[in-house]
């Protein structure tokens, strides 16, 4: 299945086995106790319109209530959905017109996911879930996944995602350290439109759950645009660095497309287009 945010193009994950906690510092608004959730509890200054080909439908509350490109069409629903416990959303994910699954989401009290559960429409498949966790700026500290029983922390410094560690049951592990400036952008660029590149930009495996932060379902951004990652990795006996560079390009302060350069590299990867309304 074709995902917007998926890791692929990174190949390897990076290393270290500790998981560190995080900072609450930043500048990002917080979100009201038992807020609803919306999409204008994140996107303050213009709401996704289209990002990388997936359309974003609200209903009068503000809510994403369906997310659509050429192949996926993701439909979210609201109210309670009683499994072995009650949820109080459901998105449910189609492939080229056939449902693949079908996401159960729990809220924390600022409106934002606190626990997932994903059931498969293949008969035998497994159910996964998901678990996250927050900083007081609402920003996300941890992940953890069923799914190749992995978890991810997040280390902040006033505002921004510095480092990301992952750990998986068998033995894998990665750090990836990011930064806010490069040679093109000497300076730190602050992030007006929340933007979160999880898997392109920190190294983050969401899959599925990667574009439900659109909706405005999983917290605050950081406060400025990531630049740069050095991912250090090891997988069995072997271990690696990588090193990947970002670009952005902007209408009004708003970001319009990103892309990342592997290396010395001059191709192109990871390409995201951004339009707002």
């Known amino acids: 299945m074709k995902n917007l945010f998926r890791f692929a193009s990174y190949g390897c994950l990076v290393a270290s086995m500790a998981l560190v906690s995080c900072s609450d510092d930043d500048d990002t608004p917080d979100v009201p106790n038992n807020a609803t959730p919306s999409v204008d509890n994140v996107f303050t200054e213009a709401t996704p319109s289209v990002i990388d080909g997936y359309q974003f439908t609200t209903n009068d509350k503000g809510q994403v209530t369906n997310i659509k490109n050429q192949w996926e069409d993701i439909s979210i629903e609201y109210g309670t959905f009683p499994r072995a416990t009650e949820f109080e959303a459901k998105a449910t994910y189609k492939y ?144 690696g660095e990588s090193t990947y560079t970002f670009f952005w390009e902007f209408s009004n302060d708003l970001p319009t497309k990103f892309w990342s350069q592997y290396g010395d590299s001059d191709y192109k990867d990871s390409e995201v287009d951004f339009s707002w309304k």
């Open 96 to 239: 080229e017109g056939e449902i693949e699954s079908v996401i159960y989401l729990q809220f924390n009290n600022k409106g934002f996911i606190s626990y997932a559960l994903q059931v498969y429409e293949e008969e035998g498949s497994e159910d996964d879930t998901w678990k996250f966790e927050y900083n007081n700026a609402n920003q996300l500290t941890r992940m953890v996944r069923s799914e190749g029983d992995e978890s991810y922390s997040m280390t902040y410094t006033d505002g921004d995602i510095t480092k990301v560690t992952m750990v998986e049951s068998d033995g894998d592990n990665s750090v990836t350290n990011i930064y806010y400036t490069n040679d093109t952008f000497k300076t730190p660029v602050a992030n007006k439109a929340n933007v979160m590149l999880f898997d392109e930009a920190f190294a983050i495996d969401m899959d599925e759950m990667a574009v439900l932060y659109y909706a405005g379902l999983l917290g605050n951004g950081t406060k400025n645009l990531p630049m740069k990652l050095v991912d250090t990795w090891s997988e069995g006996d072997s271990t």
